[in-house]
């Protein structure tokens, strides 16, 4: 006795074509006789249509583009996660940069004893001004990151 969930698969006799033949039919029989057969087998004398064993091809397509669906879905949400996080990394990158600009400017302005000389403050001047060009263009290159994101979500949601 069998488990009620195995499955035996009737055994299928196979009828090699030779190479050459057209026909898709086992050498002995042509179409039109197999076509008869079937005609009249049916009953209705009109060619029987297709089983539902035959749609599997088009239910494993549907599943295909569902998974593909999902897959899209799935890479366009990483994408907009790290676009997302690389304008927060941008946003806190600025942050930082900004307060150590502040310090390196009191620093600049304090009294200093001895004071500092001339070439070390325009030194300091040229390094606070680069730092500032640095500080916007972060803060210019990540203004557009949310919106982006934001996008890129909305896409993922309607792929």
Known sequence: MQPPFEYQY?????TEVPLGSSSSAPPSMDSSSIDSANATANGSGEIPQPDAAAS?????????????SFIIHDTITDIAT???LTGLTIVNTWMLLNRRKTALVRFRNAVHNPPLSKTMLSHLDDIIHRLQMSLDALQHGSVALPAISHDLYQFAAHA
């Open 82 to 84: 790290e676009v997302g």
């Open 10 to 14: 009737p055994q299928q006799q196979t």
């Open 56 to 68: 599997v091809p088009a239910q494993n397509n549907e599943a295909n583009i569902i998974i593909s």
